[in-house]
């Protein structure tokens, strides 16, 4: 007996859906199937789709996926990358994990779910695959061929452009990195001539803080307050030491000819790279960049999947990026330190197990071999958010710091049980999050607001305010919105005009987080550190989860308890769990504000002498 294949249809999704009507059979019943990042482009696709398919959903058993599986992969990148010497290997955001920024584990969890779906018995003859990316559906159809499956690939200009584009990039990309470097040189050789370079001569052993500059980290005289290191550069100067900062500037919203008028002041006591470097690092930088274009894959296959057509494309989209050149510029930048006899007793940084951090250590190594290194971990911990962790099989290689400090014993705890050797690991303050120790719940009725507060990352914001006033716009609640300092307000009015949501009940919030909280009835976040701050605070918390990405959310560490843990991934869900949350009772309130306050003790460590003293052992 003849079992008929079923077909799949691939469509890049910059593709016309009209074009699908001719492949499909009148007495077919598709199902159709999203893979990509873009919830907005989803959303126009369900529209385009909805007469001829039924959607495929997936974003609860993708979440689940990418939790079971990412020690494995992690494992999987270790060894894939091992053929590279370590300086290409530690160079290139290939091997960095960094789910942020790299597709790769998103698209292999998918992958999953697609066999996992196929696997079944349904009366669908037909799948569609909505793919953003043309590197995934060659790997589709690279695993799915075959005697049981049909491969049509609905072919377009608008893929063919991305693979140029992407070839383009590796022979741009140097030019780009070239141009703003010589600015940076020029402009650090003008600013000389007005501020002097401050050569380090002050009394006491030589701390390095390498931490991240913003403008909104300026008071309005020029002083600088470092949001990472809140308060310990004060304290370390108080105990005698020279302390200069190596900043890594994000987000500036001046111009850096104004900006580097801030770095330059006396009194802020920045180390600035182009004050040391020469063009000729320029050159050597993208000399040992060159190592990026030939990486080599130990290994291809995961979980059954060739996935070599995806390790290629992620070569080809980060060789020579600007991120991987100035992460190779810092092992000039120590060796031109050392020749300038600069002398550096210890360094601290703050440790996230990014790309930069490990060409970072590896020099200081060579260049410092004596030098104590210390990471901070000063933020939330996401356990998809992979780079933050190490595979077993890297943990006697990985350049690590000789010590991390941890913002108190439940990240330490993490850090140990994701393979981090336990010798290496302290308990210190946590700095971030020192505020809480000052807020007393005891003191704090809750409020009746719901407040949805937005993350930084601008896909994410807009993500949750589709789904949040989606769901809510036939409701009565009004909605308070705590914008991220990042956050373009017009993109919320525009959200608001394209679900229809009433402008009387929208009000965007400008108080801090400690006032925003203190009057909240219930917080909704999404990816966001904000979710630990509002637990803490004894506010009830809604985490909206995601459907066309990883969500990284830092609850998902904690014990489950279904009476003050509100989780939504549909639109549905949303209003449901916000309507339970506001009917709460007074005795389950007190519960919730009970569990905050025990969550602060378990989870941070005050700021104290003896913890500050962390980062001198």
């Not at 809604?542 to 489950?560: G, I, Y």
Request: overall charge positive; charged content about 25%.
């Amino acid at each position: 007996m003849n079992i008929p294949r079923k077909r799949i249809i691939l469509f890049y999704n910059k593709s016309e859906a009209v074009s699908v009507k001719k492949l499909i059979n009148n007495n077919d019943k598709p199902r159709w199937m999203y893979i990509g990042r873009d919830y907005n482009d989803m959303l126009s696709w369900r529209d385009r789709l909805s007469d001829m398919a039924d959607q495929i959903e997936t974003g609860k058993k993708l979440q689940q996926k990418a939790m079971q599986s990412r020690r494995q992969f992690m494992d999987f990148i270790a060894e894939t990358g091992r053929v590279n010497n370590d300086f290409v290997r530690l160079s290139s955001n290939v091997f960095e994990k960094n789910t942020v920024i790299s597709p790769l584990y998103l698209y292999v969890c998918y992958l999953e779910i697609l066999r996992e779906h196929l696997s079944r018995n349904h009366d669908a003859e037909t799948i569609i695959v909505v793919c953003e990316s043309p590197a995934l559906i060659s790997a589709i159809k690279d695993n799915f061929s075959g005697d049981n499956y049909e491969i049509v690939i609905v072919r377009n200009l608008h893929s063919a452009v991305v693979c140029l584009r992407n070839y383009l990039n590796v022979l741009l990309m140097p030019l780009v990195f070239i141009f703003f470097c010589l600015f940076h040189f020029a402009l650090a050789k003008v600013s000389r001539n007005k501020y002097p370079v401050d050569k380090g001569g002050g009394q006491g052993k030589k701390i390095l803080i390498r931490t991240w500059v913003s403008d909104k980290f300026f008071s309005s005289d020029g002083a600088f307050k470092d949001s990472y290191f809140n308060g310990l550069t004060g304290w370390l100067t108080a105990k005698g030491y020279d302390v200069r900062l190596l900043p890594i500037l994000v987000n500036t919203r001046v111009p850096v000819w104004k900006f580097i008028s801030y770095l330059r002041k006396p009194e802020n006591r920045f180390l600035l790279p182009w004050d040391y470097l020469e063009i000729t690092d320029i050159f050597k930088t993208i000399g040992r960049g060159l190592g990026q274009v030939m990486l080599r894959f130990d290994k291809t296959s995961f979980r059954g999947f060739d996935i070599s057509r995806l390790l290629l494309n992620e070569k080809l989209i980060f060789a020579l990026s600007n991120r991987s050149l100035n992460c190779i510029l810092q092992y000039y930048l120590f060796k031109r330190l050392k020749e300038a006899a600069v002398k550096i007793d210890r360094v601290l940084y703050t440790f996230e197990n990014m790309l930069p951090e490990k060409l970072f250590v590896y020099s200081l190594r060579k260049f410092y071999p004596g030098t104590p290194v210390i990471g901070f971990q000063h933020s939330v911990l996401y356990p998809l958010l992979l780079t933050l962790y190490i595979s077993n099989k890297e943990t006697g290689s990985a350049p690590l710091p000789d010590k991390i400090v941890c913002s108190g014993d439940f990240f330490k705890m993490i850090f140990s049980k994701e393979g981090y050797p336990e010798n290496i690991l302290l308990s210190g303050p946590a700095l971030r999050f020192g505020y809480l120790f000052s807020h007393n719940s005891n003191n704090v009725s809750f409020g009746n607001s719901v407040v949805m507060i937005l993350p930084g990352y601008k896909n994410d914001a807009l993500y949750l305010l589709m789904k949040t006033l989606s769901a809510l716009k036939n409701t009565d609640i009004k909605v308070h919105i705590k914008p991220h300092p990042l956050t373009d307000l017009k993109d919320i009015e525009q959200v608001m005009e394209r679900v229809n949501f009433p402008a009387d009940r929208i009000v965007i919030d400008k108080q801090s987080m400690q006032e925003v909280l203190q009057k909240a009835g219930l917080v909704i976040s999404i990816s966001s550190s904000v979710i630990f701050d509002a637990i803490a605070f004894g506010v009830p918390v809604l985490r909206v989860k995601k459907e066309v990405d990883l969500d990284l959310d830092p609850a998902d560490w904690l014990d489950v308890d279904s009476k003050r843990d509100f989780v939504a991934f549909t639109a549905e869900d949303i209003e449901t769990e916000v309507k339970r949350a506001l009917s709460l009772t007074e005795k389950d309130r007190e519960a919730i504000k009970d569990f905050g306050r025990q969550f602060v003790e378990e989870t941070f460590n005050q700021i104290t002498e003896d913890t500050l003293s962390v980062f001198l052992r």
